[in-house]
């Protein structure tokens, strides 16, 4: 895959990723409030939202999200605090406090209550909460909601000083190192898109430029072990190595580095939706099937089966457009839209759709019934009912036949698959089996010569099987000897068949014509008897 194809589908994702925001952004709901659901009871009135736990930690972590430093410090219990914390002043706790969340926690490892008096059952004091647990190298340290006073009689929820005096030294556990801390230094702090900094965005767009050569060339030499630039499925899986592997491997080690470097919750909002990894696995579920197709394709005309080859593409393309279709659903649940009632739609509609098209449907599950059971194939010769003829095409509906008298009948598959066809050119010879008939005034001397004589004639011919080669008088008709012939032909063409069948009925002809007999024509004999008289009659 070219530079530029890849380019333009990450700069398409981009996209989908601001289209999503801006809608959030329309419907002025912030990113931490669709990250906790809104609490039944909000508790007091409070111009910050800190009426329970829930809303104020996720006030903190909007006004972060916005650098507010200011704002996001009121969320956080500064009272009775080490002098050399409070030395630190709260916004550069706020910050602190923020930087290690991102590093440290993913939204869903929030345990706030939205009750205004705290979990209940937990063992806890009702003025404490637990708000996250978070791993360090030596320990699991455990931060804390509390509720203070706000200094007018009313009680809200902070972050605890408990809580707050462990930032600084969890800030130095998890902060960046040296190289990092240089980069950061090239950018504004308040610079970010998607609610990731500026100076993160810069390491991910190095970062994935350097793997993408590294990785493309890592997909070449795969797919030469994989395969051979001598076959035709060669450029199929260079394309798929070399293009949506490439691109998923970039989107796990961009990610991976993400992760290290910390998202904050508007940002880990935004990446819950998963945009670009199940853009990347469609695409690269799509490679895999057009690598099938056509692997299987080539394995089929090998076997002289160009039918089934051609009804791959449109059962491929039913599974692309399915691919599509639960990937998008999949996207829209990871935007937090309810599906159910989509799927339900579709089920309906779905119904809808099978009745109308029973018939259709039947047709294209009979030709999947003859592509897969090869009963027929392009090019055969056949006996379906009264015609016969050779097989033209076989669609998705219904099968050509041109007839021995070059007319085309159209079948339906659905017919075909479900009633008896008689392929001829699956026979390996052909019977050759005439029946004689021969007059009554024909004498047994005279029909053993003609039987020895025909059945030396179809034994000495190599183009005839010795066995079975029989001759037998076989019945008395009204008005004829019948003498039936059973045999059969070396060859699978009718029209060479009919070129052998010629010689033997001329040469049947002659051992007649020699032994004296002649063949009944059909009609009746009227015998007299009475002399004279009767003969007048």
């Known amino acids: 895959m070219k530079l530029h194809h890849l380019l333009s589908v990450t700069l398409c994702s981009v996209a989908l990723f601001f289209n999503v925001s801006a809608l959030a952004q329309e419907e002025t709901e912030d990113v931490a409030t669709a990250a906790f659901p809104a609490a039944v009871d909000k508790g007091p009135e409070d111009a910050l939202n800190r009426g329970n736990p829930r809303s104020s930690i996720a006030g903190f972590l909007t006004a972060a999200s916005e650098f507010n430093w200011e704002r996001s ?33 993913w939204l869903d490892d929030y345990s706030v209550s939205d009750n205004p008096e705290g979990q209940k059952g937990d063992g806890l004091p009702s003025f404490r909460d637990e708000l996250v647990k978070i791993n360090t190298r030596e320990d699991v340290i455990t931060l804390w909601m509390q509720k203070v006073p706000r200094g007018d009689g009313v009680n809200i929820w902070k972050v605890s000083n408990r809580s707050v005096a462990l930032v600084p030294e969890l800030y130095q556990e998890f902060s960046y190192s040296a190289p990092v801390e240089k980069i950061r230094g090239w950018f504004p702090d308040d610079a970010s898109f998607l609610g990731v900094e500026a100076f993160k965005w810069f390491i991910l767009i190095a970062l994935a430029l350097v793997c993408w050569p590294a990785f493309r060339l890592l997909g070449i030499i795969l797919s030469r072990l994989l395969s051979s630039p001598t076959k035709e ?17 970039i989107l796990v080690t961009v990610g991976t580095t993400l992760e290290q470097l910390g998202a904050g919750a508007y940002a880990q909002k935004v990446m819950k939706a998963n945009t670009l990894p ?42 692309k457009l399915l ?94 698959a479900s009633v008896e066809v008689e392929n001829l050119s ?60 059973y045999s059969f032909i070396r060859t699978t063409d009718f029209t060479e068949f009919l070129e052998i069948a ?36």
């Open 502 to 537: 010629e010689e033997l009925n001329i040469g049947i002809m002659e051992i007649v014509q020699e032994a004296g007999a002649q063949f009944a024509l059909p009609g009746r004999a009227l015998h007299l008897e009475g002399g004279a008289q009767a003969a007048s009659i």
């Open 278 to 319: 199940i853009l990347a696995v469609v695409w690269g579920l799509w490679a895999a099937i057009n690598l099938f197709r056509s692997y299987q394709q080539e394995k089929l005309f090998e076997k002289g089966r160009p039918g089934a080859a051609k009804l791959l593409q449109p059962l491929t393309t039913l599974l």
């Open 323 to 416: 691919v599509l279709i639960f990937g998008s659903l999949f996207w829209l649940s990871n935007l937090g839209i309810n599906i159910t009632t989509l799927l339900a739609g579709l089920g309906v509609g779905g119904l809808a759709v099978a009745l109308a098209l029973q018939k259709p449907i039947e047709d294209m599950m009979g030709a999947l019934s003859i592509f897969t059971q090869a009963s027929i194939r392009v090019g055969d010769l056949c006996r379906y009912g009264q015609e016969v003829g050779v097989v033209e095409d076989i669609g998705l509906r219904t099968t050509r036949l041109r007839t021995l008298t070059n007319t085309v009948v159209s079948i339906p598959n659905a017919r075909i």
């Open 73 to 105: 410090a009121e969320y956080l219990d500064l009272r009775d605090l080490p002098p050399e914390i409070a030395a630190i002043g709260g916004n550069e706790l706020a910050r602190q406090l923020n930087h290690v969340l991102s590093r440290s926690v």
């Open 426 to 485: 699956y026979r390996t010879k052909i019977r050759y089996a005439p029946t004689l008939r021969l007059r009554y005034d024909t004498s047994p001397g005279q029909i053993r010569q003609i039987n020895g004589a025909i059945t030396n004639m179809l034994l000495s011919d190599s183009r005839v099987y010795d066995e079975p080669a029989r001759v037998r008088f076989r019945d008395f008709a009204e008005d004829a000897i019948l003498i039936e012939i």
């Open 233 to 249: 499925v060669y450029p199929l899986v260079r394309s798929l190595f070399t293009g949506p592997l490439v691109f998923i491997a």
